[in-house]
């Protein structure tokens, strides 16, 4: 089992949709939990990071946390054709290791 | 506010050279950590610096080795160059003792030929 597993995609969603994205994670132990986006041939920019169970909304993006089930997600409201990137979940276990998935594609299509 | 800055930007070695890449982290931040990511993957952990000791490492060999300064800047070393070590490397600084949220640089993209 992967510590940090995402669906590679592509998630195509059209303009406007909402878009969600799902992460999994092995180590029971993780305290935080974090949201990268990445453009093509860019580095990765921090979106938005949780640490209690439960939903934390930043604009338009709204990040979900279920400790018990081990499992983030992130969903985009009102996607729009710029938020074309891959989304890479990151985890700090209880090593103090920030682990990350290896993203998913998403794709806005006008 | 300085952000994280990376140098070089891009680097072509051949296979059994040394490299070193360079990271500034971003103002006010004391930890760096250093992350491989190779095409379609993750970033990958290989090590984190604080107070100019390696905090943490992860599953890369000793070829990989690092360094932090007094000003919390920071090298990555890597010796013996494979094929495989071509790459995106990424540099992150965050705050020890805050909500370690890191923030990353720009990147170093190394091809081994």
């Known amino acids: 089992q992967k510590e940090v597993e995402q669906n590679s995609g592509p998630l195509s969603v059209p303009e406007g949709a909402i878009a969600s994205l799902n992460c999994t994670y092995s180590?029971?132990?993780?305290?935080?939990f974090f949201w990268y986006r990445q453009y093509s041939g860019k580095s990765p920019e921090l979106i938005m990071f949780?640490?209690?169970?439960g939903d934390k909304e930043d604009g338009r993006f709204t990040a979900q946390l279920n400790k018990a089930s081990q499992y983030v997600s992130l969903l985009i409201r009102d996607s729009q054709p710029s938020d074309s990137a891959t989304y890479l979940c990151?985890?700090?276990?209880?090593?103090?290791?920030?682990?990350f998935g290896t993203g998913t594609r998403l794709q806005v299509f006008p | 506010d300085a952000g994280v800055t990376q140098s070089p930007t891009h680097l072509i070695k051949t296979r059994g050279q040394q490299v070193t890449l360079r990271c500034s982290p971003k103002?006010?931040?004391?930890?760096v950590s250093w992350y491989q990511q190779a095409l379609g993957q993750g970033p990958q952990f290989i090590f984190q610096?604080?107070?100019?000791?390696?905090?943490q490492r992860g599953n890369f060999p000793d070829r990989f080795s690092g360094h932090q300064f007094p000003n919390y800047s920071s090298e990555l070393n890597v010796n013996a160059l494979l094929l495989g070590d071509s790459a995106l490397y990424l540099c992150?600084?965050?705050?020890?003792?805050?909500?370690?949220?890191?923030?990353f640089g720009p990147g170093t993209r190394l091809t081994v030929l």
């Open positions: 992150a600084s965050s705050l020890a003792g805050g909500l370690d949220t890191q923030y």
């Open positions: 180590d029971r132990g993780s305290q935080s």
């Open positions: 949780i640490y209690s169970n």
């Open positions: 990151a985890v700090k276990q209880s090593t103090d290791k920030l682990i």
């Open positions: 103002s006010g931040h004391d930890t």
């Open positions: 610096y604080y107070e100019e000791e390696e905090r």
